[in-house]
């Protein structure tokens, strides 16, 4: 496998046990062909400590230190050979990072007039790859619920949302204050597998969301037109922790939850009824309407 180095700044032990928080590799897709695929070759790495940042590496020969380090053309040409006869060669290389975003802060000037920061203020939960545009753009939200669309090739964020979510009125008798509703933080995020489930250029993020007053909600929301929520799906007694498109159905949708169950939803449908069945760590599976095949 190829050597990462350089993904996290920090070099301080105090943020040592945190440094790498998620990652995503390309599918492969080729920008030039509808019906053929290239080998998967970008990999994005989020940052999990303080530096709050997001590196991309090209796994391929060329990103490595071996070509990049080299003083002649002709002294690359005979590595490149090199490289496709030897399989050992490209298993001993070293990769590091060929764009690394910036933690905005905030004293740091936003990156146009639209307000979009220029990179993260809180570590990087969660990194994900646009299906069908793989070099073009992808998606990545901070624990502090910040979400980013960025342009891969500028590595600049272009869009930014927020996800501001209530789990429910802290006391009954406040139900219509939100000063007394408690905040459910942002835990996971994922896109859809395929470009079936991104149709006509919207991204249906699924946000997975803690369960602060003793549920788990899942939030959809279309990152690239506003953010807003489209609906919500609910069925876990306690936080969301993982999330998970199928990747041959672009409307079935997984979760894990801290209720020990694992639940398959039809995103299409909202609330409780959008849930097709549950897998529970003790019971086993339940559910009229599943369907697995």
Same mark, same amino acid.
């Given at each position: 496998?190829?050597?990462?180095?350089?993904?996290?700044?920090?070099?301080?032990?105090?943020?040592?046990?945190?440094?790498? /928080?998620?990652?995503?590799? &390309?599918?492969?897709?080729?920008?030039?062909?509808?019906?053929?695929?290239?080998?998967?070759?970008?990999?994005?790495?989020?940052?999990?400590?303080?530096?709050?940042?997001?590196?991309?590496?090209?796994?391929?020969?060329?990103?490595?230190?071996?070509?990049?380090?080299?003083?002649?053309?002709?002294?690359?040409?005979?590595?490149?050979?090199?490289?496709?006869?030897?399989?050992?060669?490209?298993?001993?290389?070293?990769?590091?990072?060929?764009?690394?975003?910036?933690?905005? /802060?905030?004293?740091?000037?936003?990156?146009?007039?639209?307000?979009?920061?220029?990179?993260?203020?809180?570590?990087?939960?969660?990194? %994900?790859?646009?299906?069908?545009?793989?070099? #073009?753009?992808?998606? /990545?939200?901070?624990?502090?619920?910040?979400?980013?669309?960025?342009?891969?090739?500028? =590595?600049?964020?272009?869009?930014?949302?927020?996800?501001?979510?209530?789990?429910?009125?802290?006391? /009954?008798?406040?139900?219509? $204050? &939100?000063?007394? %509703?408690?905040?459910?933080?942002? %835990?996971?995020?994922?896109?859809?597998?395929?470009?079936?489930?991104?149709?006509?250029?919207?991204?249906?993020?699924?946000?997975?969301?803690?369960?602060?007053?003793?549920?788990?909600?899942?939030?959809?929301?279309?990152?690239?037109?506003?953010?807003?929520?489209?609906?919500?799906?609910?069925?876990?007694?306690? #936080?969301?922790?993982?999330? $998970?498109?199928?990747?041959?159905?672009? =409307?079935?949708?997984?979760?894990?939850? $801290?209720?020990?169950?694992?639940?398959?939803?039809?995103?299409?449908?909202? #609330?409780?009824?959008?849930?097709?069945?549950?897998?529970?760590? $003790?019971?086993?599976?339940?559910?009229?309407?599943?369907?697995?095949?």
């Amino acid at each position: 496998q190829p050597r990462i180095v350089g993904a996290t700044l920090s070099t301080s032990r105090r943020f040592s046990t945190t440094g790498i /928080s998620c990652m995503d590799l &390309d599918k492969g897709y080729d920008l030039n062909s509808s019906t053929t695929t290239s080998p998967p070759r970008y990999l994005l790495v989020g940052s999990g400590g303080s530096d709050c940042t997001i590196c991309l590496y090209d796994l391929s020969y060329f990103g490595s230190d071996q070509y990049l380090n080299q003083g002649s053309k002709n002294q690359q040409q005979h590595n490149v050979h090199n490289a496709q006869q030897t399989k050992s060669t490209i298993a001993s290389m070293t990769h590091r990072p060929i764009a690394r975003s910036i933690r905005q /802060s905030n004293d740091t000037a936003v990156a146009d007039i639209s307000g979009v920061p220029n990179g993260h203020r809180q570590p990087i939960l969660s990194v %994900k790859w646009y299906p069908a545009d793989v070099y #073009g753009s992808f998606v /990545s939200a901070s624990i502090s619920g910040e979400i980013l669309i960025w342009d891969a090739q500028q =590595f600049v964020p272009v869009f930014a949302t927020y996800t501001h979510v209530y789990s429910g009125p802290k006391t /009954s008798a406040a139900a219509d $204050e &939100d000063s007394n %509703k408690s905040v459910a933080p942002l %835990k996971c995020m994922d896109l859809p597998k395929t470009p079936e489930g991104c149709p006509h250029g919207s991204a249906l993020l699924a946000l997975g969301l803690g369960g602060g007053d003793g549920r788990g909600v899942i939030q959809l929301c279309d990152a690239f037109h506003g953010g807003s929520a489209t609906h919500e799906l609910i069925g876990h007694t306690g #936080g969301v922790n993982g999330l $998970e498109w199928d990747p041959q159905h672009p =409307f079935r949708l997984a979760s894990a939850g $801290e209720d020990c169950t694992v639940r398959l939803w039809d995103i299409r449908k909202a #609330g409780a009824s959008a849930c097709l069945g549950v897998l529970d760590r $003790e019971k086993g599976m339940c559910g009229d309407d599943l369907d697995v095949s």
